[in-house]
């Protein structure tokens, strides 16, 4: 592969970025990335992260990969000197009580002056833009924003990094206390205090030798996946950059094979801004060669689109989505896999992982996927719930319990218009006594969609039953699961947010057998059940964990970077790296 050491200009809100990097496109390969290294500075750089399972010698690529990624130069940003302090004595203090006591006991420099320092300092630098990426507290760009502007290898700067170290310990305290949705969701981190919890002890304890280990610690384990995460938001910082403005392709007619318009010569440009295998022999021309149908084909693939080399409204919004975004939506989704690794169940042989936004389910044992299958999730308004569980039973032939709230807004207003639908789609009714209650006895024009619902309705099980076949119970306070459908022809959608909640499985009969299996049933046991056409609670012996999560964009097995459109809108308080 031709290596190119770039030097990396970044702007964003002002915010300049310069490092020697050799950038990749999203498909390839990450293990020649780190070759190249320039170690020229100040403090001699004896330290190695410990990176599991993988060469960390000085000489291995994995071993300088860190350093590569984290030796930023930052030039002064143009427009900002006036909220910037440009001499360490007018730096005002964030943590004045705490910089007192670590003083006390530490009165050498804690960032300046041993070997690990400059690495210490470059870890430092990576966690603030890689959590104000992410969208975390206005501060800690401010704290980025003020060690790009100096000349950070001057210790008298020693009290800027130990506030921005202290506020990055207080940010990683509150995201400890997230709860496995809010982990998911990462949805109001913008707003989170900087208020930090440490005591005499600690303080006293704290060495050189330690304060590494604590960003570590804060980063979460640095392996092939990570370098490639921070590899990929260099790329597109780097991307914004270098594009002298940013120009959306118009809307317009569908572009296909042949095509002559004005807008492919842009299209081309962004397809290979995009993944650098995308070669063209000539950017300008404005027909719609094999060439950029191909690239095209494989850039729908990677953003959930129907691959069929056509350039509509779908495409264009991927085509148009700003790199500084790209990036942000890179640091979100790393933040998030380092947060779910506090929920993973110690258990996990077998696990199931349903990517809700990218309507999509992993059947995994012992890390090795067995078998995927498309989903459709709860639409917006009625929002899959983000959540970890355990699938105790497979039920076969359920019963479907109408939730309220789909009663209320789906159902009545159906039976004002026509009664029979009660007895078309083989409801019953029951009052909060238990008792049944005769559809043809309730004057449906009369019953309000709003306010409390006088009866229970369930759908009895067989043909055009809601669920299906299977339904997969695991217990939440959300009353959803997994189970089949009446209605697979909703699995040909790309774009697949329409349940109220629930997650219907397009390979539910597999995922039903797979899960008997493992609990001792055979298939021909699970087709007598079915046959008889009665409700069949079958409990498994070992429970396998459930996982609702939400990740916009991952890296498939073979490094391929994917990404979804946020189909809950959980990053629109956008972080404080403005676009």
Known sequence: MSRLLLGIFVSCFSLHVHAAVSLLGPNEQASNVFTQANQTHLDTDNSQSAIKGLDTSPNSELGVGERLLSRLSWPVQAGRESALALKAEDYQVRYPDLQQSIQYFHPDSLWYGYPQARNTRDQLQWMLLEFS????????????????????????????????????????????????????????????????LIDEPWLAHLSRADLYQQLSSMRGELNIERLRYRQQILHWLNVQQQRKQQVNIASGPLISLNSRDWRVPLIRQRLAEFDIANQFVDLQLDTMDADTVIALKRFQTQHGLKADGIVGSDTLYWLNFKPVNRSKMLARNLLRKQLLERFMLSSNQQRIMVNVPAYQMTYLDKDSEVFQSKVVVGRASRATPLLVSEISSVVINPYWNVPRTIVRKDIIPKLRRDPAYVDQQRFELFDYQGQAVPSEQIDWTRVKDTGAFPYRMRQRPGPGNALGAYKFHFDNQFAVYLHDTSSPELFSEQQRAFSSGCVRVEAADYLAETLLKQAGYSEQYKQRLIAKGEPKWVPLKQKVPVYLVYFTSWFDGSGGLHYRKDIYNFASADSFLAS
């Not at 975390?136 to 020693?158: H, M, T, V």
């Not at 310990?169 to 990462?186: E, I, P």
């Open 133 to 196: 990426l992410a969208g975390g507290p206005k501060q800690l760009s401010d704290w980025l924003a003020q060690i790009n502007a100096i000349n950070n290898d001057n210790p008298q700067w020693e009290a800027l990094y130990t506030d921005a170290f202290l506020g990055l310990m207080a940010f990683c305290q509150q995201l400890m206390r997230l709860d496995y949705a809010q982990s998911m969701a990462l949805n109001n981190i913008t707003a989170t205090p900087l208020v930090i």
